[in-house]
Every structure is written in structure tokens, then in C-alpha cells.
């Protein structure tokens, strides 16, 4: 009951339950300049038929997006393709998916990270992945402890992170807590990436990070083609508008899928900003 009350706000934030939707919702992005990743929302899978049909669906998004030609990669989950039931089975639907992602313009496939519990198997089948295929990154989160050594290690092998600030509720002792120590060690994580790393996604809606990414950016004469900002689909349009408008690159995270309510709580209403904005559409257009 309580997912078929929020879903007028959530249709804001997830674009539809097919990959038809999904695919019109890209288009419009890039009508407007925005480039797209596809995210087939789904975690925690214990059973390997519901891992091999996540991987299917996966396949067959891959081939709409080529067939429709629309500026688009795909994210995923690693416990949506079976990691809580065997790394090497999850390993295995991963590289199918690498695999078909290569026919497409933009090949690059991102593996979502997910709560502590599940972070050295997931980066252990990112590098297992990545050794074979380099179209393939993971996403480090600024407020875990361990993520500067996390990100020296992707600068050192080259391959393509996406930094956000993260979003599971983690225990003070492996975890940042409080705003300015997040913001403090995003920074300094985006700093490097930015310098000696391989075309970071900078992950958030944090206007005060925004503005010190583009002023490092500038300060160190790196160029708008070798990094891009991301954002998730709904999230403060406007600032969206404008990083296009100053001619950055902007990725736009689209979530699409039955299985939504676990996104929208975790990644809207429990985030202040998102919250407000995801409240106030309720009297907007």
C-alpha cells in the first residue's frame, strides 16, 4: 500500500517500468543535451532465475539502445545478477553483459556500489572484469573511510570511477557522518581522479562541490571532454539545465523498472534536498 501511494512521486524520479519508457525518457535527455545510464532497478537477488532474467533484461536494453541510437550506457547492481548467490555466478552474467555492451557506441557498462557488506566482492569482480574488458568502472562513495585507497587503486589500473557521496547508512566506524567531513573528502578524492584518472563521473547535486569541481577544473586547465558531471533523473532540473548550459558534459542516472520503492526512498526521500524537491512537485507541472 504504502509503494502504490508514493508512486505518483516516484513516476518523477524512475522513468516507467519498461525499457520502451526508459528509452523515450534517454531520448528526451538528449534532445537536451544530456547524455544517459540506464539502470534496471533491482537488488538483492537470491535466487538465480531472477539473477538470469535481470541479466536478459540487461541484454535486451543494450539492443534497443543500439537500435535506437539513443547516447546512453548502462549501471547495475551486482546482487541484481546473482553476487548474494556466487561471486563466480555473478561474475559470469556480468562479462555477458560487458560483452554484448561492446557492440554498442558507447560500451561502457558501471557497476553500481552497494552497502559495506558486499564491497570486496563487488570490487573483486570489477578487477576480475575489468582485466578482461576496460569497458567496465566502478562507483567509489566519498564517505567511506577506505575510499582514497580505493581511488589510488582505480587511478593505478586506469579505470573510470564514478565518485558520489554515498548512500547506505553506514556505522561511524567505517563511515564518514557528519556534511563537511563528506564534502571535505569528496573533494579531495574528485581532486585526484580530476588530476590522474581516467574521465571521472562526478556524481552529485551538491551546488558548493559543483562549484569547487569547476574552479579546480579550471585552476588545473582540465578540459569540460575529460570528465563529466552526473546527476539522477528528476533531481533538480534546473541545475541541470544550467551545467549544460555552461557547456559541461551531464550524465543523467535512469532508473526504470517494477522494483522501485527501494530506490525512491533510499536515493529521494531520505535526502533533504531531494525530499524537498520530490514533496514540492506534488504542486508543480
Known amino acids: 500500500m504504502l509503494q502504490k501511494n508514493f508512486y505518483f512521486l516516484a513516476r518523477r524520479f524512475v522513468a516507467g517500468e519498461t525499457i520502451a519508457s526508459a528509452i523515450e525518457a534517454v531520448r528526451e535527455l538528449n534532445r537536451r543535451g544530456m547524455s544517459a545510464t540506464l539502470d534496471f532497478l533491482g537488488e ?28 546512453s550506457n548502462v549501471s547495475m547492481k551486482l ?64 564517505y567511506l573511510k577506505r575510499t582514497g585507497r580505493d581511488v589510488e587503486r582505480a587511478i ?76 539522477l533523473y528528476g533531481c533538480r532540473p534546473g541545475l541541470q539545465r544550467d551545467i549544460v548550459a555552461e557547456g559541461y558534459r551531464l550524465r543523467i542516472y535512469v532508473p526504470f523498472g517494477t522494483h522501485w520503492a527501494g530506490y525512491f526512498y533510499r536515493r529521494v526521500l531520505e535526502r533533504r534536498e531531494n525530499a524537498l524537491f520530490a514533496l514540492s512537485s506534488i504542486f508543480s507541472r
Open 44 to 71: 538483492d537477488v537470491v535466487e538465480r532465475a531472477a539473477a538470469v532474467r535481470t541479466r536478459d533484461v540487461y541484454l535486451e536494453m543494450l539492443d534497443a539502445i543500439r537500435a535506437n541510437g539513443v547516447n
Open 156 to 231: 593505478e589500473i586506469g579505470a573510470r570511477v564514478r565518485l558520489c557521496k554515498g548512500a547506505y547508512n553506514e556505522p561511524p566506524e567505517i563511515a564518514y557522518k557528519r556534511m563537511p567531513e563528506i564534502r571535505m573528502h569528496y573533494l579531495e578524492s574528485a581532486r585526484a581522479l580530476l588530476e590522474r584518472g581516467t574521465y571521472p563521473g562526478i556524481a552529485t547535486h551538491d551546488r558548493r562541490l559543483i562549484g569547487a569541481i569547476k574552479a579546480f577544473a579550471s585552476e588545473r586547465h582540465i578540459g569540460n571532454d575529460q570528465f563529466e558531471f552526473q546527476m
Open 79 to 142: 546482487t541484481a545478477i546473482g553476487l548474494l548467490v556466487d561471486e563466480d555466478f555473478a561474475f559470469e552474467n556480468l562479462s555477458s553483459i560487458v560483452q554484448r555492451a561492446q557492440r554498442n557506441a558507447d560500451p561502457f557498462v558501471r557497476i553500481d556500489m552497494e552497502g559495506s557488506s558486499v564491497l570486496e566482492p563487488t570490487l573483486r569482480i570489477f578487477e576480475r572484469a575489468f582485466s578482461a574488458h576496460s569497458n567496465v568502472g566502478p562507483v567509489l562513495q566519498a
